[in-house]
Structures are given as structure tokens and as C-alpha cells.
């Protein structure tokens, strides 16, 4: 069987009925060589794929090659608004920018002006991600976003240095394991304002609900049940996300800092420990988004009265965002 199948615009290249299409799917998504792609390269892609709508494609033209311009132009333009990510907050941007601010949550030792610090920036960068890869079906002001990253932020930073303050006050602990409880801390603090942080930087879908599709792609209504729905499915998410990225690493580096070449080179610390932050987020993050497909499925019938009279479908979509 060819690893490409019949080329179908809008449709993933991958089953979205099971987990590991999805997996396979967004490691897709979270490619980062779509970050090094052209304006030029990304202009013949859109191009490439409006001649395949139109029923114009030049003789020669593969599925491959259809697949790969679907892939870089889902990569980089919004599908809500049709305008470009800017290249940090992309997802395929996630681990590469999101890598150094794990390594720094994850650092040892860390005062209490460092926690604020790397809560602060962790939150930000999860806050415009959030924002820029929403359901944008339905306009929102920017003050909402703003709102939302101010209570993200300050969610996020009470909880990680709340805390370190507990643990630095218990008194039970030896000095051994007061350094290992305050290397897990961060996974509490971060998993409980990822969910503040998807909320409120996307509340406004709540109150104004989102679009959901029939099978032809075509607007049947808006909905606030779909749009609860989208969030919850997002905010599981960024529950599971830094499981891997925030407990995975202090287990491997207190078995590896005992290791006769970094107790001799205490300078290979660093690198290694960043080394080992990549490869968790790295597998995390596919793992994580795997979990719901972005385009999720509903029954009419969980839906709003209206949306169930617009249509004669018994199953309709909806972007959850990502």
C-alpha cells in the first residue's frame, strides 16, 4: 500500500478513527521543517491546492506532492482566519521555542525570582499558542485575550510559588528529598493553569459559541455546547501535556547526575538535561494533541434545538482548536 493515498483536500492524510492515525497525523502538524518553508514555496502550495479545487492541475501532479502543500499550508495559515501564525506560537513552533522554558522550570535549585520568572514565561508562551491555534470561527476583541492572559498568568505563578513555599516550610523533609519534591512541583502548577490558561484565553467561545459543519463543509449553525466541548476536549490536553515534559526528566536526571562522567563534568548537566527535556517534550506533545482529532464530531441531538432543525445530518463537526 503507498504511503500516500488519494489526495483529499481538507481531509487528514491519516485515519482520525484511531489513536495512532492520529499520532501519525500530528506528528504531521508538529513538524518543525515547516518552519524553515518560504513565502515563496508557501504561495505555490495555496496555489497548488486552489488548482486541485478548481479542477485545474498541471499533468504530473502526485498525491505526494498534494499532501505535502496541504500539510505546509495547515502548518502555517490559520483555518478560521486564513492568515499566517507567526512562527513561535505555530505548533509546529511548540517544542523548538517551548524546549528552553522547560529546561528552565526544570532547573534545580531555583529561588524564588526564578519560579516567578519561568511560570511567567511558560504561561505566555502557552497563552499565545492558545490564542493563535483557537477556533476563530466567530470573532472575539482582543481585550477578552488580554483578560484571559492576565488571569492565566497570575493562576500559574500563586500555584507554583504557593508551592515552593510549602515545601520550603515543611519540616519532615531531609535536604535530599525537599531537592526532589521541588523538582516535581512544577508539573501541579503547570497542568492546573494550562487548563486556567485554555479557559480564560478562550472564554469568549463560550459565550459566543462556534461554528459547527455538515458533511459538505458547510456552516449549519453556532453552538455553545460545541463550543464547552472543545475546550474541555483542549483543556485534557494540557492536562496530560506535561506529564511527560515535567516528570519524565527529574526521574531520569537524579538516576544520570549519579553517573561517574557527570559527577566528574558538572558542566554536561546542562546540556544533557536539556537534551533529555527535548526528547520528553518531543514525544509528549503528539502523544498529548493524539488524544481528540482537531475536527471532533458531535450528534445533532446533544446540540442546540435550532442547529438540530437546520439540518437533516446526524453527525456535525466542529474545529476544537489545538
Same mark, same amino acid.
Given at each position: 500500500?503507498?504511503? *500516500?493515498?488519494?489526495? $483529499?483536500?481538507?481531509?487528514?492524510?491519516?485515519?482520525?478513527?484511531?489513536?495512532?492515525?492520529?499520532?501519525?497525523?500530528?506528528?504531521?502538524?508538529?513538524?518543525?521543517?515547516?518552519?524553515?518553508?518560504?513565502?515563496?514555496?508557501?504561495?505555490?502550495?495555496? $496555489?497548488?491546492?486552489?488548482?486541485?479545487?478548481?479542477?485545474?492541475?498541471?499533468?504530473?501532479?502526485?498525491?505526494?506532492?498534494?499532501?505535502?502543500?496541504?500539510?505546509?499550508?495547515?502548518?502555517?495559515?490559520?483555518?478560521?482566519?486564513?492568515?499566517?501564525?507567526?512562527?513561535?506560537?505555530?505548533?509546529?513552533?511548540?517544542?523548538?521555542?517551548?524546549?528552553?522554558?522547560?529546561?528552565?522550570?526544570?532547573?534545580?535549585?531555583?529561588?524564588?525570582?526564578?519560579?516567578?520568572?519561568?511560570?511567567?514565561?511558560?504561561?505566555?508562551?502557552?497563552?499565545?499558542?492558545? *490564542?493563535?491555534?483557537?477556533?476563530?470561527?466567530?470573532?472575539?476583541?482582543?481585550?477578552?485575550?488580554? $483578560?484571559?492572559?492576565?488571569?492565566?498568568?497570575?493562576?500559574?505563578?500563586?500555584?507554583?510559588?504557593?508551592?515552593?513555599?510549602?515545601?520550603?516550610?515543611?519540616?519532615?523533609?531531609?535536604?535530599?528529598?525537599?531537592?526532589?519534591?521541588?523538582?516535581?512541583?512544577?508539573?501541579?502548577?503547570?497542568?492546573?493553569?494550562?487548563?486556567?490558561?485554555?479557559?480564560?484565553?478562550?472564554?469568549?467561545? =463560550?459565550?459566543?459559541? &462556534?461554528?459547527?459543519?455538515?458533511?459538505?463543509?458547510?456552516?449549519?449553525?453556532?453552538?455553545?455546547?460545541?463550543?464547552?466541548?472543545?475546550?474541555?476536549?483542549?483543556?485534557?490536553?494540557?492536562?496530560?501535556?506535561?506529564?511527560?515534559?515535567?516528570?519524565?526528566?527529574?526521574?531520569?536526571?537524579?538516576?544520570?547526575?549519579?553517573?561517574?562522567?557527570?559527577?566528574?563534568?558538572?558542566?554536561?548537566?546542562?546540556?544533557?538535561?536539556?537534551?533529555?527535556?527535548?526528547?520528553?517534550?518531543?514525544?509528549?506533545?503528539?502523544?498529548? &494533541?493524539?488524544?481528540?482529532?482537531?475536527?471532533?464530531?458531535?450528534?445533532?441531538?446533544?446540540?442546540?434545538?435550532?442547529?438540530?432543525?437546520?439540518?437533516?445530518?446526524?453527525?456535525?463537526? *466542529?474545529?476544537?482548536? =489545538?
Amino acid at each position: 500500500m503507498s504511503d *500516500y493515498p488519494n489526495f $483529499q483536500l481538507g481531509k487528514p492524510r491519516f485515519s482520525q478513527d484511531t489513536f495512532f492515525g492520529r499520532f501519525r497525523h500530528f506528528l504531521d502538524v508538529i513538524d518543525p521543517s515547516t518552519l524553515f518553508v518560504s513565502e515563496k514555496q508557501l504561495q505555490e502550495c495555496i $496555489q497548488l491546492l486552489d488548482r486541485f479545487k478548481q479542477g485545474t492541475l498541471p499533468p504530473g501532479v502526485t498525491d505526494a506532492q498534494l499532501w505535502k502543500a496541504q500539510k505546509i499550508k495547515q502548518a502555517i495559515v490559520h483555518p478560521d482566519t486564513g492568515e499566517k501564525v507567526f512562527m513561535p506560537f505555530r505548533m509546529s513552533g511548540f517544542i523548538p521555542f517551548g524546549t528552553p522554558v522547560v529546561v528552565g522550570l526544570l532547573l534545580p535549585n531555583q529561588t524564588l525570582a526564578s519560579t516567578i520568572f519561568w511560570q511567567w514565561l511558560n504561561q505566555s508562551h502557552n497563552a499565545c499558542v492558545n *490564542y493563535c491555534n483557537r477556533n476563530a470561527s466567530q470573532p472575539a476583541p482582543f481585550s477578552k485575550f488580554f $483578560q484571559g492572559y492576565l488571569g492565566a498568568v497570575s493562576s500559574a505563578v500563586s500555584i507554583a510559588v504557593g508551592l515552593n513555599l510549602l515545601i520550603r516550610r515543611a519540616s519532615g523533609f531531609s535536604p535530599t528529598t525537599r531537592l526532589l519534591v521541588q523538582r516535581f512541583i512544577p508539573f501541579p502548577a503547570v497542568a492546573s493553569a494550562n487548563v486556567c490558561n485554555v479557559v480564560l484565553m478562550r472564554h469568549s467561545e =463560550l459565550s459566543e459559541g &462556534i461554528s459547527v459543519l455538515d458533511d459538505s463543509g458547510n456552516t449549519v449553525g453556532t453552538s455553545k455546547i460545541a463550543a464547552r466541548h472543545a475546550l474541555m476536549e483542549t483543556a485534557l490536553t494540557r492536562v496530560v501535556l506535561p506529564m511527560p515534559i515535567l516528570v519524565l526528566p527529574p526521574l531520569i536526571m537524579t538516576f544520570l547526575e549519579k553517573l561517574p562522567l557527570l559527577q566528574r563534568q558538572r558542566r554536561l548537566i546542562l546540556p544533557v538535561h536539556s537534551l533529555v527535556c527535548l526528547a520528553a517534550f518531543g514525544l509528549a506533545l503528539p502523544l498529548a &494533541i493524539s488524544i481528540f482529532p482537531q475536527m471532533s464530531e458531535i450528534s445533532v441531538n446533544q446540540l442546540e434545538p435550532e442547529i438540530a432543525m437546520a439540518t437533516d445530518c446526524k453527525i456535525v463537526t *466542529y474545529n476544537k482548536g =489545538l
